[in-house]
């Protein structure tokens, strides 16, 4: 089973709506995809058509109760399994500070299933608390979504600094697979000047002993597009809610891309679609 982790802790970044369509994409491609809502406010739950409040077993189940994976997951589309959230998942923290090796409880539990699926896809908090740990703990790759904005360079720093503390202290097998942008306009002179940023911030680290030595930029930005906004709110991916839009055929080639990145990229359709006017 590949394990990724989609990582910002800030918050309005595209790391929801990445983590339902990446996944759902997968799916369609007939890869079997479990996917892990690590928010408590349940955002990933939503959007894949799940009422948080109705959720009988959930995350917070596995978290705390030792709850088997396999009996807390719901499958919500074909070959797309859901370990939800809900409000519950708030008490997880405080509960689990007594508890030995608490950053690894959820590593322990999807290793029982990691012949179960293809992939499997954590969506973290905005924030870099204990959950988030338990969810670098148990991947070996994190992509992480930014907008390409100014701001977006600042965080970046604190976040890799986490992810080194983590690759160290618990999990030497993690590393950062790749940076994605989301919400992507290419007229702006902004958004050039920040994949410019990243593109020699990642350059420079070529040489480096950390865990984003071999990060990507991935090649193909989400545009914006309304639709992915839109889409949530009928529990609904792109693929189902507007399939023929632009955030449906980036996230198809994003899906392609994590498949063979080198297969991906030598289709016609990556000519820079993606990273050009809408």
């Known amino acids: 089973m590949r394990t990724i982790a989609i990582l910002n802790q800030k918050g309005g970044v595209g790391k929801t709506t990445s983590v339902a369509n990446i996944a759902a994409g997968l799916a369609v491609k007939g890869k079997k995809v479990l996917v892990v809502d690590l928010d408590p406010q349940g955002h990933l739950t939503i959007h894949l058509g799940v009422n948080p409040a109705t959720l009988e077993t959930s995350a917070y ?3 705390t109760q030792s709850m088997p994976v ?4 719901v499958e919500v589309r074909e070959n797309l399994y859901l370990l ?5 998942l708030v008490g ?9 090796g608490r950053e690894i409880v959820l590593r322990e539990a999807v290793a029982l299933v990691e012949n179960d699926y293809d992939y499997m896809i954590i969506d973290c908090p905005p924030s870099l608390g204990l959950l988030s740990l338990n969810a670098l703990a148990s991947v070996k790759e994190i992509f992480i979504p930014l907008q390409p904005h100014f701001l977006a360079l600042q965080g970046l720093g604190k976040l890799l ?6 690759n160290k202290r618990i999990n030497p097998e993690l590393k950062v697979a790749g940076i994605l942008f989301c919400m992507y306009d290419a007229r702006t002179s902004l958004s050039s000047e920040v994949k410019n940023d990243i593109e020699q911030f990642l350059a420079g680290s070529r040489d480096r002993d950390c865990p984003w030595r071999n990060a990507q930029l991935v090649p193909i930005h989400i545009r914006r597009n309304v639709k992915l906004a839109e889409a949530p709110s009928y529990g609904k991916t792109i693929f189902e809610y507007e399939p023929d839009c632009n955030g449906a055929v980036d ?3 994003i899906c392609d891309y994590i498949i063979d990145p080198a297969a991906a990229l030598a289709k016609s359709s990556f000519a820079g679609s993606a990273n050009n006017a809408e």
């Open 61 to 63: 189940h596995v978290l």
């Open 70 to 73: 396999a009996e807390a997951v």
């Open 161 to 166: 600094e986490t992810v080194a503390l983590v």
């Open 84 to 88: 939800g959230a809900n409000i519950d």
């Open 251 to 253: 996230y198809a080639e």
């Open 92 to 100: 997880a923290e405080s509960e689990l500070v007594d508890t030995i």
